[in-house]
């Protein structure tokens, strides 16, 4: 079975300033990985994907995450955080036979200065 | 409609009680997903359909919980003998088929149980 960890649960960055959020997954072949957004009161909004290619995937927002299969790790970066990107990050994994069957990690709650 | 609704948006019941909750996928969606997020965690899966029929039902919890969707489109989550434990947001997706495709979330039914 399939796990996901994000280390980090809280993070505060300064608006401007860049952004990583970390993500760490547990499956024994090439998974699909996924991050969302969760704003309050908000459904849960894709922000990239990766199922194959380049490892290197830009999403909605102003994001990108990179692959790094030797890690097993599928970070969610972006250069320059604005105070609209406050919310909760959630990294997720599916078997890749699985589609939309998603393990999510428990998420990780960004905070913006000002 | 536009996006995934479920209704209600909240619904608060007594311990012991019998609860429905109702998804509405977005039209053509013949994969939908129930979820579960308890508070401070990331989303949990509960039950995948393709169609009328349950594909893989590995993540509900226990026999007093059960999830139909009989002509494809709508669902229903049907908890019965409600426990404290049980609450938590109860989340539905939809997706235009199993993989390879994106899922979108609907905004949820918090289901509280006293």
């Known amino acids: 079975a399939q796990s996901v960890t994000q280390p980090d649960i809280h993070i505060t960055v300064s608006e401007g300033a860049s952004l990583e959020l970390r993500c760490n997954y547990s499956y024994g072949a090439t998974p699909y990985l996924f991050w969302y957004v969760q704003s309050p009161g908000q459904g849960l909004q894709l922000l990239l994907k990766?199922?194959?290619?380049?490892?290197l995937v830009q999403g909605i927002k102003g994001f990108e995450a990179e692959f790094k299969r030797s890690q097993s790790s599928f970070n969610l970066r972006k250069p320059s955080v604005h105070w609209s990107d406050a919310a909760e990050y959630f990294c997720?994994?599916?078997?890749?036979?699985?589609?939309?069957?998603?393990?999510f990690g428990g998420g990780t709650r960004l905070m913006v200065k000002p | 409609g536009a996006g995934v609704s479920q209704t209600p948006s909240n619904k608060v019941t007594e311990k012991g009680k019998y609860v429905e909750l109702r998804c509405d996928p977005i039209s053509g969606h013949t994969a939908l997903y129930w979820y579960r997020q308890s508070l401070g965690q990331g989303p949990e899966f509960l039950i995948y359909?393709?169609?009328?029929?349950?594909?893989?039902d590995s993540g509900l919890p226990n026999d007093r919980f059960f999830a139909v969707r009989p002509e494809g489109s709508v669902s229903t989550l049907k908890i019965q003998r409600t426990e404290r434990g049980d609450s938590a947001v109860y989340l539905c997706a939809s997706s235009p088929q199993g993989t390879n495709t994106e899922a979108f979330f609907g905004q949820g039914t918090r289901l509280t149980v006293v």
């Open positions: 990766y199922f194959s290619g380049d490892t």
């Open positions: 359909f393709q169609g009328t029929g349950a594909a893989d």
């Open positions: 997720a994994v599916a078997a890749n036979n699985a589609g939309n069957m998603l393990t």
